[in-house]
């Protein structure tokens, strides 16, 4: 039983049968001109398209990328570093302000841009873990030049209040990016009416797409230094020759995460997951609850504490179960300490220490919801004896 969608999701069958071709039959280089090359653009630009009417973008404003960190950084470096190479001695430096519940992705890349002299901000979470509108205007300065806040959270599912967050940096004359990885394919998304957010990353793999694909979204007419010197792949923002078969199937995967937001799958796996809630928490007694309850949620994702259990024995225990679930970010695994989120929404460690990631993906089934519930209720009460006992 799979049940950690947010680290990694299955590829679906259909986005496997989309790329074979381009493995082994349309393998031309999609920048040569002879018909080889010619219909492997074909296939990146149909991919282009199907990913642009996914989130409401126009195809022009998609950068294909290795993934989401790599989009994570282009925004980031991409808009800042062109600033502090221009910045006369004495001169005031750009000022960024991000969260402090952000992926590694953008939090380390923040730190790389402090070394290198941009001014850093990072706000605080609420105790439900939303980044108030409040605390935005709070944190904004007349050197703002950009503001970093993620549309979906990895660990707890919260999703912020991007649209009002965006017009607040704009009215501030900052640019808006938004770590959307894990919101892609899991809420609707549509750019269009998003008219302040400047830059979107997403990456395939946390929508059923293959590992090593992804995009940034970059409204037309806002400037982006590239990373990376070479060709003009990609409209001279990220050269190097294309990964056709992955943007293939990350095109296939962008049209059935559309079809499936459509036909009620959010609602369908919400339902999964409040049962699946609802079930752990009677069985597991007082001590027991969500972090982030409240505050709107991707459908998929629940974060679970319990008390008197450390998370890293729990998930060892219900993977000898075949039960699969997190302690966190897998970007994360090993770490020494608690999670950053949890800490940051003001949980004691103790707590942070006791929390686990279930996040569901869309093959979950009902049934796999109730055996789940009966090996996560009973391993909590093992491990709860165990500490007692000790």
């Known amino acids: 039983m799979y049940m950690d969608a ?18 082994l039959e349309v393998y031309g280089n999609a920048s040569s001109i002879h018909q080889a090359g010619q219909s492997a653009r074909a296939a990146v630009d149909r991919a282009r398209e199907s990913l ?29 570093q062109p600033l502090l ?43 439900a873990g939303l980044i108030e509108p409040e605390a935005l205007k709070a944190a904004m300065r007349p050197n703002t030049r950009l503001v970093s806040i993620m549309l979906g959270n990895n ?6 209040p991007v649209a009002e967050l965006a017009a607040i940096a704009h009215a501030g004359g900052a640019l808006f990016h938004t770590d959307a990885i894990q919101a892609v394919g899991k809420i609707p998304i549509n ?20 590992k090593g694909t992804g995009a ?32 293939v199937g990350l095109g296939r995967a962008a049209e059935l995460a559309a079809e499936w937001l459509s036909t009620g799958g959010p609602e369908r796996l919400c339902a999964l997951r409040d049962r699946l809630e609802q079930g752990v928490l009677a069985g597991a007694g007082a001590g027991a609850g969500v972090n982030g309850a409240g505050a709107p949620r991707a459908a998929n994702t629940t974060n679970l504490y319990f008390e008197g259990v450390e998370a890293e024995a729990l998930v060892i225990a219900l993977d000898l179960k075949g039960v699969a679930i997190s302690g966190g970010s897998a970007c994360q695994s090993g770490a020494t300490k608690p999670s950053h989120v949890l800490l940051a929404m003001g949980m004691p460690e103790a707590r942070a220490w006791g929390s686990v990631r279930i996040s569901l993906s869309r093959l979950n089934t009902g049934e796999e919801i109730d055996a789940a519930i009966g090996l996560i209720v009973d391993a909590v009460a093992r491990l709860r004896m165990v500490a007692a006992v000790a």
């Not at 660990?155 to 912020?160: A, D, L, Y």
């Open 52 to 80: 642009a009417r996914l989130i409401g973008c126009q195809a022009s404003e998609l950068i294909f990328t290795s993934g989401g960190t790599e989009s994570d950084n282009m925004a980031l470096f991409g808009v800042l």
């Open 216 to 247: 940034l979204f970059l409204r037309k007419k806002t400037q982006l230094s590239p990373m990376f010197f070479g060709g003009m792949h990609e409209r001279g923002r990220r050269p190097g020759t294309e990964n056709v078969p992955g943007i």
């Open 155 to 160: 660990e707890t599912g919260v999703v912020q």
């Open 85 to 127: 190479d221009v910045l006369q001695p004495g001169g005031e430096a750009p000022h960024l302000i991000t969260s402090s519940i952000e992926h590694n992705a953008i939090l380390n890349t923040a730190d790389a841009l402090r070394k290198r002299g941009v001014e850093v901000t990072l706000i605080a979470p609420t105790s």
């Open 191 to 210: 750019l269009a009416e998003l008219k302040d957010v400047d830059l979107l990353s997403l990456s395939g793999h946390k929508m059923y797409a293959p």
């Open 6 to 23: 947010n680290a990694t999701t299955p590829l679906l069958p259909e986005v496997v049968e989309a790329m074979g071709p381009y493995w």
